[in-house]
């Protein structure tokens, strides 16, 4: 089991639904959660982040964390053709020298 | 958000020559990383630095090196290419914070060895 998972996809959702991508970690002692989007060629950019449980939103787009279950999703209102991309899920625990582990990235396509 | 520079930003070269890529971030962060993808695949962690003169190797066993002589400087060097290093190189800093930091990564540099 990898210790962060991503379903690889692709999800495709038409334009203007909800996008609704899922991370699930398997260190319960994870402290910080990531999320960046990363376009075909090009390098990973941060959307957002969270540290407590609930939702955290920011624009079109919220985080939602739940320890207790041990899984992150993000959430993308209104979705656009150019947020078509690789969403790249990112966990941080206290200890492994506190390094990023990343998912493998679930690849959304927003179709007109 | 952190400015952070690669270069070149692309780069094709014969096997046998030594390479080495630039990273250079400007908002002081002492956390640098290298990361190796090849494309559509996961992004592999090769080298790391906490500050100046400290650096480890990965989780991926990598050929090259790099060094941490300045703050804003990490570069990666590999002294004889090979087909097999082709790949894009990600470098990323972190702002401070611990677990709370976030990396912003350059805009990457693409290795072709023929």
């Known amino acids: 089991q990898k210790e962060v998972e991503q379903n690889s996809g692709p999800l495709s959702v038409p334009e203007g639904a909800i996008a609704s991508l899922n991370c699930t970690y398997s260190d319960r002692g994870s402290q910080s959660f990531f999320w960046y989007r990363q376009y075909s060629g090009k390098s990973p950019e941060l959307i957002m982040f969270i540290y407590s449980n609930g939702d955290k939103e920011d624009g079109r787009f919220t985080a939602q964390l739940n320890k207790a279950s041990q899984y992150v999703s993000l959430l993308i209102r209104d979705s656009q053709p150019s947020d078509s991309a690789t969403y790249l899920c990112?966990?941080?625990?206290?200890?492994?020298?506190?390094?990023?582990?990343w998912g493998l990235g679930t690849s959304l396509a927003v179709n007109p | 958000e952190a400015d952070i520079y690669q270069t070149p930003r692309y780069l094709v070269i014969g096997t046998g020559k030594k390479i080495t890529l630039e990273c250079s971030q400007t908002?002081?962060?002492?956390?640098m990383y290298w990361y190796q993808q090849d494309p559509g695949m996961e992004l592999h962690l090769i080298h790391y630095?906490?500050?100046?003169?400290?650096?480890e190797k990965g989780d991926l066993s990598s050929e090259s090196t790099v060094s941490r002589i300045r703050t804003e400087h990490f570069p990666l060097t590999l002294e004889s290419a090979r087909p097999s290093h082709t790949s894009q190189y990600l470098c990323?800093?972190?702002?401070?914070?611990?677990?709370?930091?976030?990396?912003?990564f350059g805009e990457g540099s693409r290795l072709t060895v023929l």
């Open positions: 990323a800093s972190q702002t401070s914070g611990g677990v709370t930091g976030e990396l912003f």
């Open positions: 990112a966990v941080r625990n206290a200890g492994n020298n506190r390094k990023l582990i």
């Open positions: 630095s906490y500050g100046v003169n400290s650096t």
């Open positions: 908002m002081g962060h002492d956390k």
